[in-house]
């Protein structure tokens, strides 16, 4: 079966790093996504990996080990806005998306 | 706002109500889905459909009754639904359903049911 595996809940403090992990075994692989979903709200796309290495985006950094099946989506100077839950999202060899159950993360002043 | 929006936010109906969810994309996409997302639960593909024909159905009850006139409107008819169908239902659409690289999916924020 296809699996996406990431952390329930998390916590961190404003201002510090944290690093949610993911991993995935799935019937092929065609690109992960990491979205975020503010309690009440729409998920909204944070961002896209499909060749291994580091994509950096402002505070938000995502990272692709294709041989590991592995990612991890790396938030930096920690804000209370953070607050949400984040959801890995892995699109198998027919392009359908398989979704974690998502991280809830919690930052604490 | 994400150019896709869901109407109506809050639902409450018995098991023996009809109703009707409601979603509109402004972003010219060509592919619209539902999900049902519970509670610590990975989100559900419900249904897909990419220029206005259904592509996907994913062993969906046939209380669940999709309807998609254009490529900008998508439509879930409830009927006689269980206690356990009480989720939060989204609706999303892509430019294309598979594919090109990237191919990011925009969701609106979510129809809340509750069926009791």
């Known amino acids: 079966g296809q699996n996406i595996d990431q952390p329930t809940e998390m916590t961190a403090t404003e201002g510090a790093i944290v690093q949610i992990n993911c991993t995935y075994q799935?019937?092929?692989?065609?690109?992960l996504f990491w979205y975020q979903q503010h309690a009440g709200e729409a998920p909204t796309f944070l961002s896209y990996?499909?060749l291994d290495g580091l994509e950096e985006k402002g505070r938000f950094s995502s990272f692709l080990s294709r041989s590991k099946g592995y990612s991890y989506l790396l938030l930096k100077e920690l804000q209370m806005k953070d607050s949400a839950s984040y959801l890995c999202?892995?699109?198998?060899?027919?392009?359908?998306?398989?979704w974690g159950a998502g991280t809830k993360l919690i930052i604490k002043p | 706002e994400t150019g896709v929006t869901q109407t109506p936010r809050h639902l409450v109906m018995g098991m023996t109500n009809k109703k009707s969810l409601k979603c509109e994309q402004h972003l010219g996409h060509n592919a619209m889905y539902w999900y049902k997302q519970s509670a610590k639960k990975p989100l559900e593909l419900m249904f897909v459909y990419n220029f206005k024909e259904q592509t996907e159905n994913n062993s969906v009850p046939s209380r669940f009754s999709p309807e998609c006139p254009n490529s900008s409107h998508l439509f879930l008819h409830l009927h006689t639904l269980q206690p356990e169908d009480s989720a939060l239902y989204l609706c999303?659409?892509?430019?294309?359903?598979?594919?090109?690289?990237?191919?990011?999916?925009?969701f609106g924020e979510g129809s809340w049911l509750t069926v009791v």
């Open positions: 999202a892995v699109r198998d060899s027919n392009y359908q998306l398989i």
């Open positions: 799935t019937s092929g692989f065609n690109g």
């Open positions: 999303a659409s892509s430019q294309e359903p598979d594919g090109t690289s990237g191919n990011t999916i925009y």
């Open positions: 990996n499909v």
